[in-house]
């Protein structure tokens, strides 16, 4: 018994170790899985991604990143993947080239542009403000500043 | 600020926000197809039918004319008798293949629906929906034809009816099956 006994106590630490390897291989593919799916969009719900979808053909998509995640091909190889089924139209991010750039500069561009254009109101607004009278006044009688000084007085 | 600049800000804007809307809203079926002009995927599956393994590798070095399609899909429905007939024209050509992949469906549905409508060319079963990923499908119906080669010719994304049925059988089939070139 006393034996047996180092071979029972390994056995009970093998099981368990061996289980969590499992655990932690199926996140780390779970992880792969959330992290590539969440770049691609749902073709027929359009304004979702594959991982938030909640449509069969996303599911299906998932599915499909899955199994490349398991035989092993790389997050870039799968995105180019599905990139070569359905184009750009599939990637969340629209790759940056052509016309696409529009996507990615158009606001900036509309921010300029409505800075400028808020500037030069600004300034026309300003410049279309009278200026405050500039002429000199007469100095005044002596009449007027008694009479002034006389209702200054306590 | 000028009438002008106004009513160019006015149209800038508007065309940007139609683009937004395309972008995010639009119907699929008016993206370019990126898979025309690209090897055709190898494609197996079971026959719909007889359940009896099919492959694309079987009828290597025809035209082949795939329709996938659904039991659940009206617009498929609104083609069937049409697609009938396009195989009924040209199933006589040696080298002119047809062929339906049932996606997204149930077997007992499908077949019940291939019995109800007609059947008369092979149906592959996408049974996990990959041939469709694989395809570049978004939904159903859609149709590709592929040349002697093994190169998707031409896509179209709707039902194969009236102007379609005649673009695809007179500027695409036939041109295929005489060797030239199809026009669109």
Not at chain 1, 57 to 82: C, K, P, W
Not at chain 1, 100 to 129: C, D, M, Q, S, Y
Not at chain 2, 128 to 154: S, W
Request: proline share 7%; net charge negative.
């Amino acid at each position: 018994m006393s034996r047996l006994l180092p071979m029972i106590i390994l056995l009970c630490f093998a099981f368990p170790i061996e289980g969590l390897a499992k655990t932690v291989d199926e996140t780390e593919i779970d992880e792969r899985v959330r992290e590539i799916a969440k770049h691609l969009r749902c073709t027929v719900c359009q304004t979702e991604n594959i991982w938030e979808s909640g449509a069969p053909l996303a599911h299906q998509m998932r599915d499909v990143v899955r199994e490349r995640v398991t035989l092993g091909h790389s997050n870039e190889d799968i995105l180019i993947y599905f990139h070569s089924r359905y184009g750009d139209y599939i990637m969340m991010e629209p790759p940056k080239h052509g016309f696409n750039w529009l996507i990615w500069l158009g606001p900036f561009l509309l921010l300029l542009g409505g800075g400028v254009l808020l500037a030069r109101e600004i300034k026309g607004w300003v410049t279309r403000t009278p200026a405050p009278p500039t002429e000199v006044l007469p100095p005044l009688d002596e009449e007027s500043r008694r009479r002034i000084e006389q209702e200054l007085q306590p | 600020m000028t009438r002008t600049t106004q009513i160019t800000i006015l149209v800038v804007l508007l065309a940007l926000l139609s683009l937004f809307y395309q972008g995010l809203w639009g119907d699929p079926r008016h993206i370019p197809p990126v898979l025309v002009g690209t090897q055709a995927p190898i494609f197996q599956g079971p026959d719909v039918e007889s359940g009896e393994p099919l492959s694309s590798e079987q009828f290597k070095g025809k035209v082949i004319l795939v329709n996938f399609w659904a039991s659940w899909c009206q617009e498929c429905k609104v083609e069937h008798e049409d697609l009938l007939r396009l195989h009924e024209e040209f199933k006589d050509h040696p080298e002119f293949v047809m062929l339906g992949i049932n996606y997204q469906d149930e077997v007992p549905k499908a077949r019940a629906y291939l019995k109800q409508y007609g059947s008369s060319f092979p149906h592959m079963r996408d049974v996990k929906g990959a041939l469709a990923i694989d395809f570049g499908v978004y939904g159903v119906p859609e149709t590709f034809v592929i040349d002697q080669q093994g190169v998707i010719r031409h896509k179209w994304i709707g039902p194969i009816v009236g102007d379609v049925y005649t673009n695809l059988t007179k500027n695409i089939l036939t041109p295929l099956l005489k060797g030239t070139e199809p026009t669109t």
